[in-house]
């Protein structure tokens, strides 16, 4: 097994996460240790002006130099990794136009670490015909095997939620016997979860988010709004599918007349509303939603979650597992299946073809 460190980036654009994983790349062995590098101000407002940019946009080369430094800086703590699985940035996504971007250049940061790092870990599939997102769903399915090993959890379907700047939903089947078999895991975008929320709080408050959910538990939700929503062509569209981080902003125009407790309300609802339309998709009713990712601190999203899903919903702690720290967990467990030739992707996960193989491989030499 290796000793491999994960790196996360998400589209909420508030750090990075970093955290180490003891695997072979199909069997979870251990957790270890986890770290978070928080991005200033500043920072934060770099990188936001430069989402929805493409390799030659202006403000690229200063996002990307910003990730690899931030990344460096936090891995470095943590000397005990034998392999570093880092995302980047993603700063536009449109896998059935022009593909994804992810800022930050992965063999720069395996020559400041002197260690080899795996990268770029959506291309391929993009390249393959897949929509290149989301990747942490064949990692969920190790993880239901390790907590149901564990006992935490029953030996039947379960869901895994992730609320980062977008919202992903994984459909898990233990019955089946790895993360690639037919009917194992089914996952897709279910629609923006904290990025609406985020872009509000900054536009009118100046902060980063709603802390807690406190001005959206104040507020009242327009359901008016909400309909309007789930009209857009996302939700009709067959599973597998995935989302840039703006590709709603209609909503946000939507709320633009409200106060800002029933804006901030009105968001939040929209995004469990989203979660609600993917639960409608699923082949069976999941036993539990299990929810991990920055938007469980959310009082009003867990709330508005539990009034509009059809199944329980807890945080992915009942599980034994870190919710803060899952997709780092995930890159980590997805750098030693690039190293060993597995699948990180499927049909029913990105809608791929066939199983992708996805990421690059950069040594600290030019071998890689």
């Not at 910003?66 to 880092?86: K, R």
Request: one cysteine or more; aromatic letters at 6%; glycine letters at 12%.
């Amino acid at each position: 097994m290796v000793h491999a460190l994960g790196m996360m980036s998400g589209t909420s654009l508030d750090g990075v996460d970093a955290a180490l994983v003891l695997t072979d790349g199909t069997r979870i062995g251990n957790f270890g240790r986890s770290g978070y590098r928080a991005y200033s101000g500043n920072e934060s407002a770099m990188l936001h002006s430069a989402l929805g940019q493409w390799p030659e946009g202006s403000a690229v080369p200063e996002a990307a130099a910003l990730s690899v430094a931030a990344h460096a800086a936090l891995a470095e703590t943590f000397p005990e990794a034998e392999l570093v699985g880092y995302h980047g940035q993603t700063l536009a996504h449109d896998p059935q136009g022009r593909g994804t971007h992810q800022a930050g250049n992965g063999a720069a940061l395996a020559r400041k670490l002197d260690r080899p790092v795996v990268w770029d870990f959506r291309s391929e599939d993009v390249r393959r015909g897949g929509e290149g997102a989301p990747l942490a769903p064949f990692f969920h399915w190790a993880c239901a095997e390790w907590s149901m090993g564990q006992g935490l959890l029953p030996r039947a379907p379960v869901a895994f939620l992730n609320l980062g700047g977008v919202g992903n939903l994984t459909f898990v089947d233990p019955a089946a016997g790895s993360p690639d078999a037919a009917g194992a895991c089914i996952a897709f975008d279910t629609g923006p979860a904290n990025a609406p929320i985020n872009d509000l709080m900054r536009a009118r408050r100046g902060v980063l988010r709603d802390e807690g959910g406190i001005l959206a538990g104040q507020g009242m939700p327009d359901e008016s709004v909400i309909a309007d929503f789930l009209t857009h062509p996302h939700f009709a569209r067959a599973l597998p599918k995935s989302l840039d981080r703006d590709a709603f902003p209609d909503l946000l125009a939507g709320v633009a007349g409200l106060p800002d407790a029933d804006a901030a309300a009105t968001l939040t609802h929209a995004a469990a509303a989203a979660v609600a339309a993917g639960v409608a998709m699923l082949p069976e009713a999941p036993e539990l939603v299990l929810v991990c990712g920055g938007g469980r601190h959310n009082a009003a999203m867990m709330a508005a979650l539990a009034a509009r899903l059809p199944c329980k919903v807890a945080p992915v702690e009942v599980a034994g597992l870190d919710g803060d720290m899952l997709e780092a967990q995930a890159f980590a467990w997805l750098a030693v299946r690039v190293l060993r030739g597995l699948p990180t992707s499927g049909p029913e996960t990105t809608g791929a073809p066939e199983p992708v193989c996805g990421g690059r491989i950069s040594y600290p030499a030019s071998r890689g």
